[in-house]
């Protein structure tokens, strides 16, 4: 039996949280991996510290180093501080030639590289806490396992194939010894060699890469919440904890902004047939979700809303639009060359509209106004916009489902700015004002969603 375990930020975010991730990951035999983020707020402070450099270099690594040195001592033993310190002090020297290193300043990867310090000196103190704890560890970044990676800067996908190879011949002697190999999130190395992040909240996917690769039997993801819920409960505070869920639906929730999981999680562990489970590092005795195959039925309309905020819907008119899938095709092409993610698509006779990231609206305009201007007559951005994405039961099948759900939206009194339906049987996905998105998350889950508050109006 293989685990692999990730720990979230807040779950590696102190001491006392190193110290009960500890406790975890000692508890029952079976071989074990772990993947880690950076202590919480660490990737913050070096995504802005990035953006002051050269000049806030001594403060950025003052500050930095004093972090991880207060943990480090707070947790390990005076016995393990001297080869700790060497290994700290050797990662320190890594990131301080980085900085140094002005000729690195041009690379495309340079911001990869400095936002992904973080999980190298988390990996650290926690495989050295682990050893405290009598258990045999060994920290490895993602150059030491070889985990793949390729693509655009800040935006990496994981090869699967090769880190599977890279990492039956780097990894796997370890937890063939009992050794358990603490391991970097968020970042891959490229052909090049080059750090690049898998995005923010990417050890999530670190870890389902990991588990893939090592063909795990289970994967956990250890985080401060008791488990996937029925909305982000810093949204809705009477959100619930859903027992069981599918992959799709799982993918969806969190491809369309369910935060619990970077949206990429999914995939690796669903090709494989691992089930992931989602847990609360903060009362590990509770079971939290699981995620698989298939799960068992269940009796309400809705199981989780989601909200994905800061969208933007670009709206392209030019007569007969419909007629000429040519220029669809033209336009698509031009937005995609970007490799911009585009949430939602529609249509109508003489106009083709977009729900894409406001922060690609800019790249994409400057894009389109690269085409024939005979092919265009109008373009029209409407900004604010946020997408709610509903996941239940047979969403598609079921007769008045997409009423109920309208009806939550008229009583918000929101707009309905685009509409998805069909392209998923498990979700219902449409765009309101963001003025109007929570209150529509709101409402939607305390009338459809069950054991929410409103028992009385449920379905
Ligand atoms: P970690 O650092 O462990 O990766 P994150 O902050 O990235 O943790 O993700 C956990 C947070 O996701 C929760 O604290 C919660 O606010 C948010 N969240 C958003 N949607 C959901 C949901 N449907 N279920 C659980 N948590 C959610
Ligand atoms: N530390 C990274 C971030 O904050 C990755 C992660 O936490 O998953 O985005
Ligand atoms: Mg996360």
Redesign the pocket.
């Known amino acids: 039996m293989m685990k692999v375990m990730k720990f ?4 590696v975010g102190s001491p006392e949280a190193l110290r009960r991730a500890v406790g975890i990951i000692t508890e029952g035999g079976g071989d074990k991996v772990v993947v880690v ?1 950076a202590m919480s707020g660490v990737t913050n402070f070096l995504v802005s510290g990035a953006e002051g450099l050269p000049g806030n270099k001594e403060a950025l690594l003052g500050e930095f180093e004093k972090k991880h040195l207060e943990a480090a001592r707070m947790l390990l033993g005076e016995g393990q501080m001297e080869g700790f310190m060497a290994d700290f002090r050797a990662r320190m020297d890594g990131f301080r030639g980085l900085l140094d290193d002005e000729g690195a300043r041009g690379c495309p990867y340079y911001k990869d590289n400095i936002t992904s310090q973080g999980e190298r000196f988390s990996s650290l103190i926690l495989s050295y806490a682990l050893r405290g704890a009598g258990a045999r560890s060994v920290a490895l970044t993602s150059e030491d396992c070889g985990i793949c990676a390729e693509g655009r800067p800040l935006s990496g996908s994981a090869n699967l194939q090769r880190t599977e190879s890279m990492m039956a011949m780097k990894v796997r002697p370890y937890v063939a010894d009992g050794v358990i190999p603490v391991i970097t999130g968020f970042y891959g190395v490229t052909a090049d060699g080059l750090p690049l992040t898998f995005g923010r ?1 990417g ?2 996917y670190s870890a389902a890469v990991v588990a893939n690769a090592m063909n795990a039997d289970v994967l956990e993801i250890w ?3 008791d488990g ?2 029925s ?4 949204i809705v505070p009477d959100a619930v904890k859903i027992d069981e869920m599918n992959f799709g639906e799982a993918a969806e ?1 969190a491809y369309f902004g ?3 999981l970077h949206p990429r999680t999914i995939e690796p562990v669903r090709m494989k047939h691992i089930p992931l489970k989602v847990r609360n590092s903060f009362k590990p005795e509770e079971p939290g979700t699981l995620i698989r195959h298939l799960r068992e039925p269940r009796g309400d309309m809705l199981m ?1 809303v ?1 909200l994905k905020t800061d969208l933007s819907v670009i709206a392209i008119s030019s007569a007969e639009i419909a007629f000429h899938p040519n220029m669809v095709a033209r336009i698509i092409g031009k937005i995609a060359e970007g490799e911009v993610v585009i949430y939602s698509v529609s249509t109508s006779l003489s106009t083709v509209a977009f729900l894409v990231h406001s922060n690609d609206v800019k790249s994409i305009l400057s894009r389109l106004n690269t085409l024939d201007p005979g092919d265009i007559e109008r373009i029209e951005v409407k900004g604010e916009v946020a997408l709610v994405c509903a996941v239940g039961d047979n969403l598609i099948s079921r007769c008045g489902v997409s009423a109920d759900i309208f009806a939550a939206v008229k009583e918000a009194r929101a707009s309905v700015q685009m509409i998805s339906e069909g392209a998923s049987d498990v979700s219902l996905n449409f765009a309101v004002p963001m003025s109007k998105a929570v209150d529509v998350v709101k409402l939607l889950h305390s009338k459809y969603v069950r054991g929410s508050a409103d028992e009385g109006i449920r379905q």
Do not use: H
């Not at 979230?8 to 779950?11: E, R």
């Not at 909305?231 to 810093?234: C, Q, T, Y």
């Open positions: 979230g930020g807040t779950s983020s909240g050890s999530d985080t401060d919440v996937f819920m909305a982000d409960p810093r929730l369910a935060k619990v989780s989601a």
